[in-house]
């Protein structure tokens, strides 16, 4: 069974400081992806890395993707109270014309104005 | 249209009720999923569809039966569940393996 252990799963923070995110599998995944939720609403794709070593950046956001594609962090740069929500990591599988999401625990993430 | 459309938004049914799930998409993909989400979970994947055809059943009770009509339409029939059931249901969909999966709103789904 493939598992993604996703750390810290709460954390709470003040405006304008830094935070990272960590997703740690024992398996090998062809790629990861993170998603973030917000209440009541399905996750929305935040970015895929697909090489190991990838490092990607999304405005205050960077995501790595570790050298043996087993693990992965998201890093937040001078939070933002419109950065609260649930982001969750997920390790993909491809199928035959689909693919296999296993998600993390999940992040709950609060950033206090 | 970038959009995974999921009916009803609430449900709530009693253990004896026969109710389904419906999810739309038109963009073109072929695979279709319906996740489950407890609260403070994360989705668990409970079936996927490819080009209409399930490939993916994960150990699911029976009480819980998909259906794909179409290649635009997923169904969830549900019957005789149980209040541990309750849950958010959520719908998604790709183009194939390798692209980005587009999640519904979901179904918030009570059973009493």
């Known amino acids: 069974t493939q598992l993604l252990e996703q750390s810290p799963q709460f954390l709470s923070i003040q405006e304008g400081e830094n935070l990272t995110v960590y997703c740690n599998s024992s398996?090998?995944?062809?790629?990861l992806q993170w998603y973030r939720q917000e209440p009541g609403e399905g996750p929305v794709l935040l970015v895929t890395v697909v090489t190991g070593g990838e490092v990607k950046k999304l405005k205050r956001l960077t995501f790595q993707f570790g050298d043996a594609r087993k693990d992965s962090s998201l890093h937040i740069t001078a939070a933002q109270p419109g950065d609260t929500g649930l982001y969750l990591c997920a390790g993909v599988s491809p199928l035959q014309g689909a693919q296999k999401l296993v998600f993390g625990q999940g992040t709950r993430l609060t950033i206090n104005p | 249209d970038t959009e995974v459309t999921q009916t009803p938004k609430h449900l709530v049914m009693g253990m004896t009720n026969k109710k389904s799930l419906k999810c739309e998409q038109h963009m073109g993909h072929r695979a279709m999923y319906w996740y489950k989400q407890k609260a403070k979970k994360p989705p668990e994947l409970m079936f996927v569809y490819s080009y209409e055809k399930l490939s993916i059943n994960e150990s699911v009770p029976s009480r819980f039966s998909p259906e794909c009509p179409n290649s635009s339409l997923l169904n969830l029939h549900l019957h005789a569940l149980q209040p541990e059931d309750s849950a958010l249901y959520l719908c998604a969909s790709s183009r194939a393996a390798y692209n980005e999966q587009f999640f519904g709103p979901g179904t918030r789904l009570t059973v009493l």
């Open positions: 398996s090998v995944f062809s790629s």
